[in-house]
């Protein structure tokens, strides 16, 4: 799993591209703050190499609680900035800081 941060001089934006990769998945999203934890807006393109990636625009100075979902089964990101509790889940979330 990666997390790469490009953050845009003329806007306030980073554009943030989430990379996984792993073994015989069919289908890879990432949920969180940014996108009301919707996987269908979220959904990451497998890759000629089986891994999965997607770009998004996020704002600049935030932070976001997100998960990857693997074929149903919610994952966390092992480069995450942090963690965090998160009560409503019942475990602990990644959390990206922009």
Same mark, same amino acid.
């Given at each position: 799993?990666?997390?790469?941060?490009?953050? @845009?001089?003329?806007?306030?934006?980073?554009?943030?591209?989430?990379?996984?990769?792993?073994?015989?998945?069919?289908?890879?999203?990432?949920?969180?703050?940014?996108?009301?934890?919707?996987?269908?807006?979220?959904? @990451?393109?497998?890759?000629?190499?089986?891994?999965?990636?997607?770009?998004?625009? @996020?704002?600049?100075?935030?932070?976001?609680?997100?998960?990857?979902?693997?074929?149903?089964?919610?994952?966390?990101?092992?480069?995450?900035?942090?963690?965090?509790?998160?009560?409503? /889940?019942?475990?602990?979330? /990644?959390?990206?800081?922009?």
């Amino acid at each position: 799993m990666a997390i790469a941060k490009k953050y @845009l001089k003329t806007k306030p934006v980073c554009k943030v591209t989430f990379t996984v990769s792993p073994e015989d998945a069919k289908k890879v999203a990432v949920v969180g703050d940014f996108n009301n934890w919707n996987a269908k807006k979220s959904e @990451l393109k497998k890759q000629k190499n089986g891994s999965f990636k997607g770009t998004f625009d @996020l704002p600049k100075e935030n932070s976001f609680e997100f998960k990857y979902i693997v074929d149903g089964e919610y994952i966390n990101d092992a480069q995450a900035d942090r963690y965090q509790w998160n009560d409503y /889940a019942g475990s602990e979330n /990644a959390v990206l800081e922009l």
